[in-house]
């Protein structure tokens, strides 16, 4: 049987030409030297090499065996790399889950940071609603996920990604859109488009809430999931809505955002990830993710809280 250290020893004659120096460069006398290639050329069955007391040649045997030799080192080498940043978490796959509003800016731009820095980690993008992620976490069918507070008792590590105010989208064809600051009482029996209750249900259990402690009944004409969708109907002068301040990023056209009558009401996005798992990848990649994210913090863009 063929060993790899007889295949490295044979490389190391048939680069030199010489045994001693091969022996040297490997570390060890040239007997050994010499009786591990003896041993590679009983295996194979054929003479790789022409000794004489002044020279080594390889034969054609040899020459072939030598091309094949360095291929198998330099795959060798490219394996043992390969094995070592993966465990180290410089190589791998890590999926990432995230909601429709985060995937406007936060993540577009955390994904560019992760790549330049993990350029052999495969980061695969999953836009899902928050109680899918929270779903998908548990069963690891997503490493990282992007999402609404979590209600759950599961074993999750968790970081607050970004708080933002919620604003008031108006077409800006509506007569409340020359007003800087409209008043809740303008708001009285206006036409809204809601979020869903159950695809959008973190944004609307905070709309509805804020609408019922201030005793404002407005009219809910749709209910829909995304926030994108949601803004196209605004746009199109179906009613006003309640959506978060990065809604502002889509650069929709006749659509202007006023600030509440509230400045207390804000929208809160977590990073979570699974406490048990077996991926090292998603540990460099978390960390990193941290990084960011407090640097986001320190621009005042972000608040962040500790892992839990």
């Not at 003479?47 to 034969?59: A, G, H, K, P």
């Not at 490219?78 to 190589?91: F, L, Y």
């Not at 206006?190 to 402690?213: C, N, R, T, W």
């Amino acid at each position: 049987m063929i060993e790899l250290f007889q295949i490295r020893c044979f490389a190391a004659v048939a680069e030199e030409l010489h045994f001693g120096r091969a022996a040297a460069r490997l570390f060890m006398t040239q007997p050994p030297l010499s009786r591990q290639i003896q041993m590679l050329e009983q295996a194979l069955g054929v003479q790789l090499l022409e000794r004489s007391s002044r020279s080594v040649r390889l034969t054609p045997a040899g020459q072939a065996f030598y091309r094949d030799s360095t291929a198998v080192l330099a795959l060798t080498s490219q394996a043992a790399d390969t094995a070592r940043r993966i465990a180290s978490g410089e190589a791998g796959r890590v999926v990432l889950g995230y909601t429709a509003v985060a995937g406007y800016a936060l993540i577009p731009e955390l994904v560019a940071a992760l790549q330049k820095r993990f350029p052999a980690v495969d980061i695969v993008l999953r836009e899902m609603v928050s109680s899918d992620q929270q779903q998908a976490l548990s069963s690891h069918g997503i490493d990282l996920a992007f999402l609404r507070p979590l209600v759950s008792g599961e074993a999750f590590g968790y970081a607050l990604a970004s708080k933002e105010p919620l604003l008031l989208a108006i077409p800006a064809s509506h007569v409340l859109a020359a007003k800087l600051r409209p008043a809740l009482k303008d708001l009285a029996g206006q036409d809204f488009i809601m979020y869903d209750p159950v695809e959008g249900s973190y944004f609307h259990q905070k709309i509805a809430s804020l609408f019922a402690a201030s005793g404002i009944a407005p009219r809910y004409v749709q209910q829909i999931a995304q926030t994108h969708t949601i803004l196209g109907l605004v746009r199109a002068g179906i009613g006003m809505a309640i959506v978060p301040a990065s809604a502002q990023s889509l650069r929709l056209e006749n659509i202007v955002y006023r600030p509440l009558w509230r400045k207390d009401v804000v929208a809160e996005l977590y990073m979570a990830w699974p406490l048990a798992h077996r991926n090292p990848a998603l540990d460099a990649v978390r960390d990193f993710a941290l990084i960011c994210l407090a640097e986001q913090a320190k621009a005042g863009n972000m608040q962040l809280l500790p892992a839990g």
